[in-house]
């Protein structure tokens, strides 16, 4: 097992064009993955050691708006600028990347929903072209899971799921030491899971209605805060906050504040969660759960009442053997992930 080693402290450097940081540690490692998670918002790299350090990190802005080749050149740039940061005796072996609906066997993003890049985007080709390395691609919350497992809070377990709990739901399944992927490269689409049949239930973007992440997610708890608003008369301090500035953190600070609107609509997340996670314990028999992204910051507001009724709706073989975690990962180390998924592929190969 890797010793967990994760450096935080860095030398910020200010480059006109993109945000870049130096680890103020010099490293005598040779070998690196550039690890890149692409978000509908900033895409993240960063130089990955075997051990999950990272020496140098940068982010720049997707602009997921423009064409997918114009991103391929700003990638390039911040490439080169990263690079920077090694000696001539240091190199990089391959990439990671971790993006939204990218399909670890085609190497296609396959309908990315918040990049206008077209339905069928060859990232895995593009990038393997532009840079001359080895090219590994999984989505987001996959190379999450990967990144659990060789850097954190899964390292020394063989099975576990891993829920990222951001602005939709992500899952990623290590069953026997390895990633799920399933026939057609989309296994773990837990936040597609049907929660709610009735007439009611909440509009899903991937066009279904009553999913999991509807319920269970940033967004998710923001529709439960102004169901509740509606509904209960009690003071609270997000009665003046818009739906855009309704984030985890706000909703998390007025539940520590004992806002008891903030409480319910943690309370009634986590029963939905804990249900769901009882459902898919019987599916896969697995030692833990762990929880990251914006929701989880939550802390205990989310992962008590989530662990009482899992345990309420579990099959009793599996009574209180199955653990809730909260990912320590922290949040700006999103390039882990990917990084992870490349050193997996790529490790032996060198
Ligand atoms: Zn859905």
Known sequence: MHKKTI???????????????????RTMEKEFILGIDIGGTFTKLGLVDRKGNITAQAKFDTQAKEPF?????????????LRRALDPAQKVIAIGVGAPNANAHTGYLEHPPNLRWGDQVPLADSIKKRFGLPVNIANDANAAALGELEFGMGMGLKNFVVLTLGTGLGSGIISNGELLIGAHGMAGEIGHVNVNSTANARQCNCGLKGCLETYVSVTGIRRTIFELLAEMTNDSNLRSISFENMTGEVISEA????????????????????????????????EAFILLGGLSKAGDFLRKPTVKAMNENLFIAYKDKVKVLLSETPHGHAVLGPAALAWRMNANTF
């Open 7 to 25: 450096q935080n402290d860095f030398r910020h450097i200010p480059y006109s064009r993109f945000s870049v940081d130096l680890c103020k540690f």
């Open 69 to 81: 080749t114009d991103f391929l050149d700003r990638l390039d740039k911040a490439v080169h600028t």
């Open 255 to 286: 539940a520590l504040n004992g806002d008891a609107i903030a409480i319910k609509a943690f309370k009634l997340t986590a029963t939905t969660l804990g249900i769901q996670l009882a459902d898919t314990t019987a599916h896969l028999d697995p």
